[in-house]
Nanobody
Framework: VQLQASGGGLVQAGGSLRLSCAAS????????WGWFRQAPGKEREFVAA????????VYADSLKGRFTISRDNAKNTMYLQMNSLKPEDTAVYYC?????????????????WGQGTQVTVSS
């Protein structure tokens, strides 16, 4: 079982990036998927999560309106579209999968984790 995050990079403030998280080893269509991030010197924090069908989502309050989470179960892949990026969005972004049936913002609820992808936003 492996989650592979990709799509990070260096972008100027106000720009956009689209992160992807591909799962291999099993089908994650029944799992909650989530994105978290960790900035230098800070704790890992919740970004967004999406239900198995994609019909329900939850976001960190500070990110609503700028970030959009989505998934394609046929491709076993999740996405995070990030717009209007700010320097404070600079972090390593991690994808994760949760076997439960309830959207969670809590790190300990997630069972599988990707390796992270670096996002750097310059001012």
């Amino acid at each position: 079982v492996q989650l592979q995050a990709s799509g990070g990079g260096l972008v100027q403030a106000g720009g956009s990036l689209r992160l992807s998280c591909a799962a291999s080893g099993r089908t994650f269509s029944t799992y909650i998927w989530g994105w978290f991030r960790q900035a230098p010197g800070k704790e890992r924090e919740f970004v967004a999560a999406i239900s198995p069908s994609g019909g329900s989502t939850v976001y960190a309050d500070s990110l609503k309106g700028r970030f959009t989470i989505s998934r394609d179960n046929a491709k076993n892949t999740m996405y995070l579209q990030m717009n209007s990026l700010k320097p404070e969005d600079t972090a390593v972004y991690y994808c994760a999968a949760d076997r439960s049936y309830r959207l969670s913002t809590t790190i300990r609820d997630y069972d599988y984790w990707g390796q992270g992808t670096q996002v750097t936003v310059s001012s």
